[in-house]
């Protein structure tokens, strides 16, 4: 039988895993349509054109297909009000990136403590166990 102690850091450290998990995949959306559009549109797609390349698809231009023409969202949003609002998601995204990045060294530092709490829990548990 596992004393009290053990279990509520158990609980502790699995609904910290939880958090951590979901701040991590929330970093990951955020990147995707923040700083990555921002350095991509902004930056590299303007220089690769000034290199002579052949015209890649911005992220925009990807965006907007996958809003307008494959998910069927067009009910809600045309074309001149996606242009009206990309600007504003990439930089709500790139801010909530921010927000992420910094939550997300936070969260795995405090599972991480909590994950050593547990292993002490238990090994205490475990010598007080052996004959």
Not at 15 to 23: D, K, L, P, V
Not at 52 to 79: C, F, K, N
Request: proline share 6%; with cysteine; glycine share 2%.
């Amino acid at each position: 039988m596992m004393p009290e102690e053990f279990e509520q850091k158990q609980r502790t450290y699995d609904s910290q895993w939880r958090a951590f998990e979901i701040i991590q995949r929330m970093r990951w959306i955020t990147l995707i349509l923040g700083p990555v559009p921002l350095i991509w549109d902004n930056l590299l797609w303007p220089l690769l054109q000034n290199m002579g390349v052949p015209a890649i698809i911005t992220v925009e231009d990807l965006m907007q297909i996958l809003v307008l023409d494959v998910l069927p969202l067009d009910r809600w949003v045309d074309r001149e009000t996606f242009e009206k609002i990309w600007p504003h998601v990439v930089n709500v995204c790139t801010v909530l990136f921010l927000v992420f990045l910094i939550w997300a060294v936070r969260m795995k530092r405090l599972t991480r403590n909590a994950a050593r709490e547990v292993v002490k829990v238990e090994e205490r548990y475990i010598m007080e166990e052996l004959p």
